[in-house]
């Protein structure tokens, strides 16, 4: 039988293989899926990870919603980093569109364009405002910040929707709950014509390449991610407990809010009760398989993105249920928790009863 | 310290030629490690067997695969003349081996006779069990009120729990992992009497030590181990301290030569320091007073759990809640100063929790510089990698850390070595009052001298130290002066040259006449 033994150190090779190993394994579910369902498990692949990159727009498309994934992973990371669990970035996610998308409804014919950079900053106020709030729950009442993150998700969904079916709807939308269409002054700025990217990836690269300085160059980062691995080492060296939570949950709310601002501002162009994708629970995954390094979350975001496009396309090409894209990802969160054994420990083959040489005698 | 000698006469070894236990050739292997090696051991029965060896000679593994918590890889036990595979403990328990453990297995929140019913046969009711607890514990003079939650009781009278609960299995074989290391030497000698009647009936005792005083008191045969193997087998009555150290640790410890200093200006006060417990199983700090000078080492004595941690807390900076006027700090009021605002003044400290305290276990030895240091930090908080892997190299070969390197992670490196890359680490930051807590708790002999050797070479340079250890011979060793703390209320001060192991034994018990203690404080102070 097989037996798990213990590592003496973690292994670094599977600290990288992991991730590999988990999508494989979710390959080879996803295919027995597919054959159960009858469906073709060859064409069904193809839709999730041929199409999505076979053309130049195809490949923008993924951009596009990988994007706010990596946003948000990038803030949850920090979190995570610092054992502070906040579950509720999408709804982090939502307030930040609801305060840019208001925002960019008072943008008029002659605004200028500066006000993209208004929107911009609305989301990230509106993010760390919503997440604000589980810190202070958390920091004055000691409140599980699991439970209240996720709870307030569902408020902002109340809120967005109080909102666009109430005061926010368009008069002259017949009814449907939705803001007017924002000014075209309003759109966040893309990076070429004839394709949906814009700034935001940059902006989301540049993220990146900032969460690597604070956290592995900077006391500060360090002193984060003390507080998570060790919070008896962080109280011994004096770094703030209080402070890492405001700044892990600011941090993730403003991320998040941001990206919710770059989606009302950019590819969506008004808000309505269908802005929540479920970005905000989508980069959770993407945080973990990315092991909450900038580096491999980028790809990590690409690996979701396309599970969104994937299962899209096989909804409306092969009939497949919606359900499939959420299936995949949970699919993959799940393989990568079990593959994470290997990590920490080794297996080995050994004979049904081990020979303790008791049996000599 | 051999109160216990005398009381050995009594015991004898039943003229029996059977080994009760032997065990040939064990082998178990760990991924990394070897913990035992091709080790064999004869128990004769109504014998009292000491095994020594330092911490990680494989001392425990050995233990466990005697009482069947752990399978060896290879060699065979042999109990009363049978060849057995004992599976678990269960099993142990039935062939009659008993075994009482250094760290207790208690439930704090039940009474001791729900404690022990949890381990016995079910078909006994609470009231039949409270009796037997009551008729071993006169058997023995072990005395034990059945009804008392366990959280109350003292550490000494949770091991007469754990005692009391092995004898009533009616064991022929008793395992003692160290015992006494959480006893006063009072609760030794009490202790030793109940195992001397023991081995004068007939039972035979396997005693895990490294205390050789302690195994010489009661033990007519001792196996040593060293890194795993067997290093000799001998009777611990004929030897002496030097050859028994040999055995165990391959050399002799270099011996300190203490050279008497006029300690300095006063770098510590603490007046009438009062601070409530945090957690419901702690300790109220109660009128603290205490002063360290520059240039002397102060020792701090006490069966742990005594308000060794809570006034640890208080003085690095951990707790906070203090009066700020109560804690000075080379005259600066410094009760309430978080710890790196009383590190900048001067104050390092090397908690007993290496792993997840002193050290974060996953990040490298390099890393866990900025615990505490910030020479390799630049503006604004930037690492400087290069200037940061320089300054762990430099601890590392100061002070023979054995790591692959500054990139080793804190968690790879073994107690010992850790505990000297973490007092390194405090010390090279030149501080003006160090203090350490069990400066070397779980450290080999070798380890533990070289760290006593740099507090003492630190003392030399100027620093006012503080030690707080469960270790009255380390203490006795190294300190200038000695506290004793008890219940949360410290003792006066007491000259080294006055301290005798009796003394502070009672005083750990908290019996220090109060009026002396006034006194002895005033004639501190006119000495001073």
Known sequence: MFKLEARPQASRLWTYASPLLALALTVVLGVILFIALGKDPVRALQMFFWEPIKSGYALGELMVKATPLLLIALGLAVCFRSNVWNIGAEGQFVIGAVCAGGVAMLAGKDTGRWVVLVIIAAGVLGGMLWAGLTALLRDRFNASEILVSLMLVYVADMVLSYLVYGPWKDPAGYNFPQTKTFEAVTQIPRLMTGSRVSVGLLIALAAAAGLWVFLFRTRAGFAQQVGGLAPDAARYAGFSSRKALWVALLTSGGAAGLAGALEVAGPIGQLTPYVPAAYGFAAIIVAFVGRLHPAGMGLSAVLMSMFYIGGELAQSRLGLPKSITGVFQGLLLFCLLACDTLVAYRLRWVAARSAVAGGKA | ?528
């Open chain 2, 1 to 528: 310290m051999d109160f216990a000698s005398d009381l050995f006469s009594s015991s004898f070894a039943p003229d029996m030629t059977t080994p009760l236990l032997s065990l040939q050739g064990i082998t178990k292997r760990y991924p990394g490690v070897v913990a035992n090696q091709d080790v064999s051991l004869t128990v004769m029965p109504g014998q009292a067997h000491a095994v020594l060896g330092e911490n990680g000679a494989g001392k425990s593994t050995l233990m466990k695969i005697i009482y069947g918590s752990v399978k060896p890889d290879e060699g065979q036990v042999v109990f009363n003349g049978q060849s057995v595979q004992i599976r678990n403990p269960q099993e142990a328990r039935k062939l009659g081996i008993s075994m009482v453990f250094q760290h207790f297995s208690l439930f704090d929140t039940l009474t001791v006779a729900e404690n022990v019913w949890l381990g016995l046969d079910k078909s006994l009711s609470l009231a039949e069990v409270t009796e037997r607890i009551l008729a071993k514990a006169s058997e023995y003079g072990l005395d034990l009120e059945p009804d008392r939650p366990v959280h109350t009781l003292s550490v000494g009278e949770m091991q007469r729990v754990e005692i009391i609960r092995a004898l009533l299995t009616e064991p022929k074989l008793l395992i003692l992992d160290e015992p006494t290391s959480v006893l006063t030497p009072q609760a030794v000698e009490k202790l030793f009497v109940v195992l001397h009647k023991l081995v004068s009936q007939g039972c035979s005792i396997l005693y895990i030590s490294h205390k050789l005083h302690e195994i010489r008191a009661l033990c007519s045969a001792c196996t040593v181990l060293r890194g795993g193997k067997l290093t000799g087998v001998c009777d611990p009555r004929e030897e002496t301290n030097a050859s028994l150290s040999r055995l165990m640790i391959g050399a002799e410890p270099p011996a300190l030569a203490p050279t008497p200093r006029t300690p300095g200006d006063v770098v510590l006060s603490v007046k009438g320091l009062q601070l409530d417990k945090q957690d419901p199983f702690g300790v109220d700090l109660q009128g603290i007073d205490l002063q360290v000078r520059s240039g002397e080492v102060v020792g701090l004595a006490g069966v742990s759990g005594n308000g060794q941690r809570e006034l640890m807390w208080a003085l690095s900076g951990e707790d906070t809640r203090s009066p700020a006027a109560a804690i000075t700090l080379l005259g600066q009021s410094a009760g309430q100063l978080p710890p790196r605002a009383r590190r900048s003044l001067g104050l390092h400290f090397v908690p007993e929790e290496r792993l997840g305290r002193g050290a974060v276990p996953s990040m490298s030895l390099a890393h866990n510089l900025l615990l505490t240091r910030s020479e390799a930090l630049g503006t604004g908080g930037w690492i400087r990698m290069g200037a940061l892997a320089d300054q762990a190299r430099s601890i590392i070969e100061r002070f023979k850390v054995k790591a692959s390197g500054p990139d080793a992670a804190a968690r790879s490196l073994s107690g010992g070595n850790l505990q000297k890359f973490i007092v390194g680490r405090e010390i090279s930051a030149a501080p003006k009052l160090l203090i350490v807590s069990q400066p070397t708790w779980g450290v080999d002999v070798g380890a533990a001298a070289q760290i006593r050797a740099e507090i003492l070479a630190l003392r030399d340079a100027g620093c006012a130290v503080l030690v707080v250890s469960e270790e009255l011979e380390e203490l006795f060793e190294i300190s200038d002066r000695l506290h004793v703390i008890a219940k949360g209320r410290l003792s006066p001060s007491l000259p080294r040259a006055e301290a005798t192991v009796a003394l502070i034994g009672e005083w750990m018990s908290g019996l220090w006449p109060a009026a002396k203690a006034e006194m002895a404080q005033g004639a501190q102070h006119v000495q001073a």
